[in-house]
């Protein structure tokens, strides 16, 4: 009876602890986790990458799940989620992890369509587009230097990306 006891408190706490530690991760984070997993075994940065965003956004040959990954850049929660996936990866990856994402927004604004470049000028002006990116900014800001150091050339080609959209 002691024994059932013991182990009905023990699973109680795990679970309390299971469950704190789930409220304090962003929302999303799990589908981050999933796909870093289908890719961590790859030793070339780029493929990595590439199959990260395929395990979690769809074919990145699809321009809705190219958009949809570019604007995630600019949501909270998963801008929470890109610090807790840099700051866990393995250190001997994450500088290589970081100019590949790089490369990927360079290649990404130098390959948009005009119809894509026009959805996505109207996503990112006006009112809920501007509300968005000053967020963005302000979550980005609140992080830590040495991270937005290790993460200044993705910045870099957001920021051009940026602009070439509102220009």
Same mark, same amino acid.
């Given at each position: 009876m002691a @024994?059932?006891?013991v182990g009905?408190?023990? @699973?109680?706490?795990?679970t309390t602890f299971v469950l704190g530690v789930r409220r304090h991760l962003p929302p999303g984070?799990?589908?981050d986790i999933r796909a870093g997993r289908t890719a961590r075994h790859i030793s070339d940065p780029d493929a990595r990458l590439k199959q990260y965003l395929e395990a979690r956004y769809g074919a990145m040959d699809v321009a809705t799940n190219r958009e949809?990954?570019? #604007?995630?850049?600019?949501? #909270? +929660?998963?801008?929470?989620?890109?610090?807790?996936? @840099?700051k866990y990866s393995p250190e001997k990856h994450r500088e290589e992890n970081i100019l590949a994402m790089s490369r990927w @927004?360079?290649?990404y604004r130098? &390959?948009?369509?005009?119809?894509?470049?026009s959805d996505l000028k109207q996503k990112l002006t006006g009112?809920?587009?501007?509300?968005?990116?000053?967020?963005?900014?302000?979550?980005? +800001? &609140?992080q830590d230097v040495?991270?937005?150091g290790q993460t200044a050339p993705v910045i870099s080609q957001l920021l051009q990306t940026l602009y070439s959209i509102q220009h």
């Open positions: @024994v059932g006891i009905l408190v023990f @699973v109680l706490l795990a984070i799990m589908k949809k990954m570019f #604007l995630d850049f600019f949501d #909270l +929660n998963h801008i929470k989620a890109l610090q807790l996936l @840099v @927004v360079q290649h130098e &390959s948009m369509t005009s119809e894509e470049h009112t809920a587009g501007e509300t968005m990116l000053k967020q963005a900014t302000a979550q980005y +800001n &609140s040495q991270y937005r």
